[in-house]
Nanobody
Framework: VQLQASGGGLAQAGGSLRLFCAASGRTFRSYTMAWLRQALGKEREFVAGISGSGGSTYYADSVKGRFTISRDNAKNTVYLQMNSLKPEDTAVYYC??????????????????WGQGTQVTVSS
């Protein structure tokens, strides 16, 4: 599986951005997909995850109620809609795929595949 993330950019606090992650391969729906982020000088952290069918979603407390993860298995794409952005959301955002997902506390090293990252910058 190859992942290509896009959609990052600059937004003002309170604004919105939508991230996209396009996947190659015919087994996309077998993978739990997740978005993680890494701010400058900080460790990579889980943001949101979605089951292979799309029926279950998971969020970090810091983004719950503001971010929405979704997927379209027909298009091999996962999305992250980010609303009510805050300066502390500034980070490089990565999409990742895991065939056997260990949950929101899975260490970054446990994911099977990674996209290249897309920068999100939120100004105050």
């Amino acid at each position: 599986v190859q992942l290509q993330a896009s959609g990052g950019g600059l937004a003002q606090a309170g604004g919105s951005l939508r991230l996209f992650c396009a996947a190659s391969g015919r087994t996309f729906r077998s993978y739990t997909m997740a978005w993680l982020r890494q701010a400058l000088g900080k460790e990579r952290e889980f943001v949101a995850g979605i089951s292979g069918s799309g029926g279950s979603t998971y969020y970090a407390d810091s983004v719950k109620g503001r971010f929405t993860i979704s997927r379209d298995n027909a298009k091999n794409t996962v999305y992250l809609q980010m609303n009510s952005l805050k300066p502390e959301d500034t980070a490089v955002y990565y999409c990742a795929a895991d065939l056997v997902w260990g949950g929101i506390y899975s260490p970054p090293g446990s994911y099977d595949y990674w996209g290249q990252g897309t920068q999100v910058t939120v100004s105050s």
